[in-house]
């Protein structure tokens, strides 16, 4: 158990449809992380949040956005799915400063994009 | 952009060590290397980490070559419960931006009865 919670579990959505997925942090932590997971690959980094700000990116389009709120924990949110977003969508959570900081990982919420 | 190389899978008897090879020729000397781990469908879980030093904990040591470019993963007594996929991760650094971390596809591991 890393303290990391999200919510909802599994999730069924259709193509054009949007989504949100939320994530609570672990007590002490001030950083959030997205990631995508498809079959078979190593998670993808979406984006980071501190501060309630994003402050990293990867390479993934404008329609992934996500909040984080004064509490720490954060929403991930698609828009105009599809069906290559289908993945397992896991978030991080961590304290960040110093440089060699660990991620502590919730159990992912799977999307299915029908 | 994985900046690690490891092979896509591994046997170990249970009993034994395990040790995961992992080669990251482009690090910079300010990068940590960081080992998590995933159970089918869970998140990864943090195993270790290590700058230049060998790192040892409660579930596994780490070992990194002097020139950095390269470190292994022992798992001291490879349990069945150790059946995971492993990854090595170098951390990219941007100031003040923490903690993008990029994985590759990992090595898999089976333990072996």
């Known amino acids: 158990e890393t303290g990391v919670t999200q919510s909802p579990t599994h999730l069924i959505k259709t193509r054009g449809q949007q989504v949100t997925l939320r994530c609570s942090s672990q007590?002490?932590?001030?950083?959030v992380s997205w990631y995508q997971q498809a079959l078979g690959q190593g998670p993808q980094f979406i984006f980071q949040?501190?501060?309630?700000?994003?402050?990293g990116r990867g390479n993934f389009p404008p329609r992934f956005s996500g909040l984080q709120f004064p509490n720490y924990s954060s929403e991930l949110n698609v828009n105009a799915l599809e069906l290559d977003d289908s993945a397992l969508y896991l978030c991080?959570?961590?304290?960040?400063?110093?440089?060699?900081?660990?991620?502590?990982f919730g159990s992912g919420t799977q999307l299915s994009v029908l | 952009d994985a900046k690690t190389t490891q092979p896509p899978s591994m046997d170990c008897a249970e009993g034994r060590a395990a040790n995961l090879p992992c080669n990251h020729s482009?690090?910079?000397?300010?990068?940590?290397v960081y080992w998590y781990r995933q159970i089918h469908s869970q998140g990864p879980q943090y195993i270790i980490h290590?700058?230049?030093n060998n790192e040892t904990n409660e579930m596994a040591s780490l070992i990194i070559t002097e020139d950095r470019k390269s470190s292994t993963l022992i798992l001291p007594h490879a349990t069945l419960r150790d059946t995971a996929v492993y990854y090595c991760?170098?951390?990219?650094?941007?100031?003040?931006?923490?903690?993008?971390?990029?994985f590759g596809t990992g090595t898999s591991l089976t333990v072996i009865p």
């Open positions: 991080a959570s961590s304290r960040q400063g110093g440089g060699n900081e660990k991620l502590f």
């Open positions: 007590s002490g932590h001030n950083t």
């Open positions: 949040y501190y501060r309630e700000e994003e402050n």
């Open positions: 482009t690090i910079s000397g300010n990068e940590y």
């Open positions: 290590g700058l230049k």
């Open positions: 991760i170098v951390r990219a650094l941007f100031m003040n931006t923490g903690n993008q971390f990029y």
